[in-house]
């Protein structure tokens, strides 16, 4: 019945490591909450930015802030990663390909693994995420076969997959995101947005579910 719907789409980039915090915490929790449907969303950060925010490491005292704020929230979720010295940010190509994956894998699996293998490149090993061959790495670890791979990435490259990217980010953008992780949660037809990965306990609250914290699956430990 319609009225017992509740569904929640995550808007995220590879670029922007507190979505992997989300990404992972959704993923725990996709089995958890009775939500219809997570929907993960591929998407530009670099579009959201362009439309007048800036990225908080633009700003000296956010960047330190940013630093420590990650090392502390990459332990409460178990989620390590580590702001990269130098590295581009450009996730454009990463994004298409994630696109790609998503549109041709309809079970999320290979979407899932695609992404968070990015991620570990960009904010735990510090590898690049902008040219084909790490592409290609990323997929392959990812579990991916190397005709996979370069299937993907041809599609990567293809007018379909840059409009549906684009389509994803004017979504976003119609819901005003200025910044990701950007979570829309719908209840009984009302939509609520969320920005942040700190923002599960008021998500919780508004979707009618319990916020068990980083690891909802976790057994309670016994003294
Ligand atoms: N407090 C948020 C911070 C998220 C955040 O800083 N996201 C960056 C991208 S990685 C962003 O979009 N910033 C724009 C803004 O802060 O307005 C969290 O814990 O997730």
């Known amino acids: 019945m319609f009225s017992s719907r509740k569904m929640i789409k995550l808007f995220y980039d590879v670029a922007s490591p507190y979505s992997w915090l989300a990404f992972e915490v959704l993923c725990r929790y ?43 929230l990459s ?51 510090h590898q690049d995420i902008t040219q084909p061959a790490s592409l290609t790495e990323a997929g392959l670890k990812a579990g991916l076969s190397a005709n996979e791979v370069e ?12 409009d549906k990217l684009k389509s994803v980010t004017r979504e976003a953008l119609e819901y005003k995101c200025f910044g990701l992780p950007f979570i829309v949660c719908h209840v009984n037809g009302k939509a609520e947005v969320f920005f942040g ?22 057994p309670i430990a016994t003294m």
Request: proline share 6%; hydrophobic share 40%; glycine share 4%.
């Open 151 to 162: 299937e993907f990435l041809t599609l990567s490259k293809s007018q379909p997959i840059k």
């Open 30 to 72: 996709r089995n958890v909450w009775n939500v219809d449907l997570i929907v993960l969303k591929g998407f530009a950060l670099t579009c959201v930015l362009n439309f007048g925010n800036k990225p908080p490491g633009l700003n000296p005292s956010k960047l330190i802030y940013m630093d420590s704020d990650l090392t502390l």
């Open 197 to 218: 990965s700190d923002k599960f306990e008021l998500m919780a609250y508004f979707i009618g579910e319990k916020w068990m914290g980083p690891y909802p699956n976790k």
């Open 75 to 125: 332990e409460y979720f178990g989620v390590p990663m580590f702001r990269p010295s130098s590295l581009s940010k450009d996730s454009l190509n990463a994004m298409r390909f994630v696109t790609a994956v998503a549109e041709r894998e309809k079970e999320r699996d290979a979407l899932e693994s695609v992404s968070i293998e990015l991620w570990k490149r960009m904010w735990r090993t």
